[in-house]
DNA sequence: ACAGTAACCGAAAGCGCTTACAGTTAACGC
DNA sequence: GCGTTAACTGTAAGCGCTTTCGGTTACTGT
């Protein structure tokens, strides 16, 4: 048992003791609890200023069950290089950690934050569990299977996944549908009708999940989607810069639109096109996804994604508070939170 | 006494009885005491795995006095409008927090995040203190007269403060040191010899120690530097802009040399500069402080000072567990972390 | 064979709270 | 005046751990 090192704090005994009542009562004070005298009341306050005594939260949990903790697992970035992407998801991560932060704290609860390394997962994992009342889940911080075993133990928010998992809640943006509408406007606003979309990694489910919707929105506007393996790529401008350039040494004429799995590989696109003598959008539109803060700064100008970052940490706490507070009730499983359509002119809108 | 929502966990009681032996031995296990037969440590530890056993945390630290948790207090930013200066603070703390998250996993401790505003500070302090062991508070987080008052109470560093504080940890680096690097260079390598500051907010010690520091170096140089009230700005470009402006009004030779507090405020000086038809950094040079990304994609790449901001957050944390574990070693007051000079373009070097 | 010792383990006392339960008082109606 | 109720407040039992202290073994050496 070691001591603190601080001048040890007082305990809800010594706020008794001065106030000359018993420890229930000053806890039912500091509870809000009612049917109490109002002098009675005073007179605890009172005394819990004088010794500046803040209850041992520890204490609380153990004796109540809830910790008013909430934990944030996502991935840590093992290096501090900044590769684009790395950057890109620094910040992802940061704004959902942001709005996290504060949706906890309008409900008295504190977050804790979780960094996963691939190595020592489960440590990290424990450590989180042993400390929260629940978890919010970054996507792709722990294996599917992993998940259901989690969920199981602590309540848990799934953030940012495909949505389906049924093992826990989940909280995301409707990657294909947005796409679906950018496919939509290229066709229909702008008559593009033969089309691309550039993909991310090929195992990423937001990749995936943008793909399907583009395709498909496409698809329903009497569009087509070119389909070859040429057009998947890695999230990156380099990487983009090379997709374009590979599928203009083909010879085929292009699409008239290229749509990216997100704003770094359209950046890429743009530039490559432009050295290949093509301008952007008269000869091909490119649109992106994400609505990072150079895209308005781009020439031209990015047409893109916005999605609600922070409103996606926010959202996560708040279904996640509720899920702990009313266990009862039940609460959708499934939150989609809508994107915006950030209409510039690489698209051929704004002019 | 609420219940878990959660199947309810299963605690050390229903370890022991597993495993047939007392509470006592499995506590020792999972703390890894020595003088255990090689045999009950087995038996323990397959009892924990078969019931997957994650111990109370806060039964933990009510028990042992140490919650393993430590709180970075920042200041939360209101609103999500994406003025560029809030950007800026955006980064830093967030880069903080990888940091210091990084720092307390390393030694099994975790990060709960405070975001401070302006009402409701103390709520969120006390909250901090009851669940902490030690306190981080990033610059400016509170006034600086609370800060002795929270030092007092729990152990606590304060980041990037001015190293005045003789209350608390403080954890810096040294912009003095920095500028007055900045100004030998200017006037040893490219012989400027009329120098100016511009300063951020007048009343943050940031922006006042950068000033110290230049005029310092310049003087040891023989330079001068401009001291007019018109050199005090807000750390925007904008701002820096205006500044500029007025400068040129009044018709006098300008500077060859212009330090900013930021980079922020550099970049709106090299744009006000070159649209009065000067030549950065052949007419005046002009240096910045961070080195935020777009530093070095303006055209002329600028020359700046780097922070190591995510290990500010990592020494932070490391110094608190220190004084948490040893409280009674010393351990010095104060870190001082270096800082870089990034020797670009806006200086007159690697033209 | 027996004290002495080391190695190992268990009993039990808390850590600082919350809360069920059991008073105690004061006010009220008849 | 006496039960009845409402309004308060206190007593004490835990919450799930850590750790002190002491007890039980199982070896030593003689």
Redesign the pocket.
Known sequence: ??TDSSP??????DVAKLA?????????V??GH????D???ALVLQSVKELQ????N???G????SKRVIGLLFVRTQSEDFLEIVQESLLFTDSVIRGAERAASEQGYSLLLGGVESDRQAETVDRMISMCDGLVLLDRTLSDREVPVIARRVPTVLLAGNGRARSAFTVRVDNAEAMSRIAHHLVLEHARTRLAFLSGFAASPDSQARREGFVRGALECGAVVEDDPLWFSDYTSSGAVQVIERRVATGAPLPQAIACANDQAAIGAIHALKRSGLRVPRDVAVTGFDDISVARHVSPTLTTVHQPVQQLGTTAVQVLLQALQSPKRTIPLSTVLPTTLMLRQSCGCDQ
């Not at 000359?20 to 039912?28: F, N, P, Q």
């Not at 005594?53 to 041992?56: A, G």
Request: charged share 15%; aromatic share 6%.
């Open positions: 048992m070691e040890s704090n007082s305990t809800i005994y000359g009542v018993s420890i229930a009562t000053v806890s039912r500091l509870n009612s049917h109490l005298k002098s009675t009341r005594f803040v209850p041992n520890a204490a609380r153990l004796s109540s069950g």
